[in-house]
Each structure stands twice: as C-alpha cells, then as structure tokens.
C-alpha cells in the first residue's frame, strides 16, 4: 500500500477530517484473530501473481555507456524503467522520425 500527503487529495478536507487522518497517521497497527501480524513463514507464502498483460521477451541491447551510467543512477530496477521509458517513446511519432 503506497502513501500519500494531504495535498495529493483531490477534495478539500475540513480541519476535523484533517486532524482525524494526522492522528491515525501515528498509530500502530492492530492485530487480531481476524487480522493477525504476519510472520516470516507467512510471508514466504506469497507469491508474485504474473500481469496476463505483461509478456516481456528478453533481449540483447546495445546502449552507450553514457545512457546505461544515467539509466543505472535511477537505480534499482533502472531495466523496468528503461522498457517503460522506451514503450512511451516508441509511440512517440515525432521522437520516433527524429531517431531514424
């Protein structure tokens, strides 16, 4: 579950919702039978569920040492964001013309 600020909110909040989210903010988690605290062999029983969508091939690819140094400064998982980086620019019309 990501997070977010106040400010990424679409609505506007009055000063009691506001107070009530900051308060909540703060609070530990609270387990019970119906939500218990996951354990480590509990953990290990999830499993990545593959995207239908999402059938990636592997490839070879030759890039120049200046753009694999910046892609790699994204950090990790800097593969994943040069192919989503490279399917926004292949439908690109005008970046593809300026390419070829």
Request: charged share 30%.
């Amino acid at each position: 579950m990501g997070k977010m600020n106040l400010s990424e909110l679409d609505t506007e909040l009055t000063a009691a919702e506001k107070a009530e989210i900051e308060a909540a903010a703060s609070l530990l988690p609270a387990f019970d039978d119906d939500s218990p605290e996951m354990t480590a062999d509990m953990l290990l029983q999830f499993r990545k569920m593959p995207h239908p969508d999402r059938k990636k091939q592997t490839i070879s690819l030759r890039l120049s040492p200046k753009t694999l140094k910046l892609a790699k400064a994204y950090g990790k998982g800097y593969t994943s964001f040069l192919s989503r980086l490279l399917d926004e620019a292949i439908n690109d019309e005008t970046l593809v013309r300026k390419c070829l």
